[in-house]
């Protein structure tokens, strides 16, 4: 029998291209002290932390021991996660395995990302540690190192986004001019979240739309920062929980799939996987079951609020589709009438999203803690304004093919 | 004798990749002033545990560290272990005979609680003992690195 789990506090760091002012281990240690003020709970009361960040980022092979010291963590159970861009998805997800099981009363899930760790520019040293693993990978299947980075490597994340973007270009007929919608909505509602990075307050389509395009259909505008910060929530059971929390953030459902999209078998080795990479049925499975867990049967009706993994602005509009949130095809009209907007009919990232502030590691726990904060009432200038029951928070990456799909509500629906 | 199945060649990526940590606020003022030949501690306000290096979080009681905790220690301590090196690694994964052995020591300074690993020089292996007096020998031109600590000499 599982038991009954929700968040009780939430923390963060400010997010910014550069914290040379601190280790990992102190700035994964604010937000961890900053998530247990929240939650008005002292390190006595946790039992155990689940950690993590991108495998291979930061060039710390084993951060969780360096920072135990830090987060108060020695005595207590911890473990690491790594599932690529899902990571934060997983480590909160984890956090509640560890409290629904039984096994501990209260867990801290904390994840992080110090891209400004790399000597070079954005993730570009990380994603060399993780693309490592793939290149010999794809040795295996008789590729030359040459031609997978000529092919694949390249641009990384943002080299397999494109193409998800074109595909539902194509298919939805939405066009680029909804690239920088999203876009410029998403620095306008960052500039209300005084952790968000990419702040732009006025911020519009036009701007975005005067920036070159690097790879198409992209532009330099629509393109996530690369920031250094740290996210933690505080996960409790369900007396506690009462306890500590005048509206705590119950999980309602959750789950997690990998689809076959795989970046080496699939859309660009010709695979026996995906031909349309902007298909992500991995989310559509996720949210499916999620939902049935959460007791929730139509998600447009039933969801207030969605924080949607989306560092590129296309993805905004792909999965909020697969989270059944818009009909097939329809989201970018829906952003075209305001839908989306912070006081629409379903906001999507009012906190400005994977797209405003990237930590890559945090990110999908980014998702869980705005949605979190939402439900809670602690999402000040970016609150959106109705009474929130249900939100849906979206994890997206692995080796771009894993998806993390957690509904939390304002009670725990049984 | 390898077949060709077993080589993989890395070559033509098109970028180098690197590192650049940050050390901390706290790790950056004990690296600055190693050039003033000063050691850094850090007191933890609530407990009074002494680091060194010195850190912003307490890793016994988890207080907060500032650096109004840093303080400046003597560069005196008292060996609280030690070992004795005879082989060296030659760069190429293999062991050289040292001419000399080399002591390496635990030492525990004077107002600190942690302890730091240090080479131990001007003693004979056979003449160390734990709890021996030492203190810090800087090298000739201290540049704010953590070179500029060359070893430790019995006091």
Redesign the interface.
Known sequence: MRRNVAIIGCGQTKHTSKRRDVNIAEMVSEAVYNALEDAQVSLREVDAFVVGNMQGFGGIAQPEQWLGDSIGAPGKSVIRIATGGTTGGSVGQGAYYTVASGLHDVAVAVAWEKHSDSREAGATTGLLHVGLGNFFHAASYGLSLKNLVATSAVGAAAGVAVFQAVFYMHRSGCSIEHFDMVAAKARRNAAKNKYAHLQWPGCTPEDIARTEIIAYPFRYGHICPASDGASAIVVAEENLARKKARQPAWFKGLAAFSDEENSLQSENFGGVGVLDPSEQKGCWMSATKAYKMAGIKDPQKEIDVAEVYQPFPSQELIFAERLGLFDEGTAWMALEKGETDIDGRMPLDPSGGVNATNAIGSTALQRILECALQIMGKAEEHQVPRKVSNAVAHGWGGVTNYITVTVLGDSPGR | MKSKSEI??????????????????Q?QRFIEELANRKILGAKCPQCGYTYVPP???C?KC?AKIGEENLITLSGKGTLVGYTTAYVKLDGQGNFQDLEEPGIIGAIKLENADSTIFMPLEGIKPRDVTEGLKVEVQWREETKGELADIRCFKPA
Not at chain 2, 12 to 23: E, K, R
């Open positions: 993989v060649e890395v070559q033509a990526l098109p970028f180098a990749a690197g590192f650049n940590w940050s050390t901390g606020f790790m850190r912003s979080r890793g988890y």
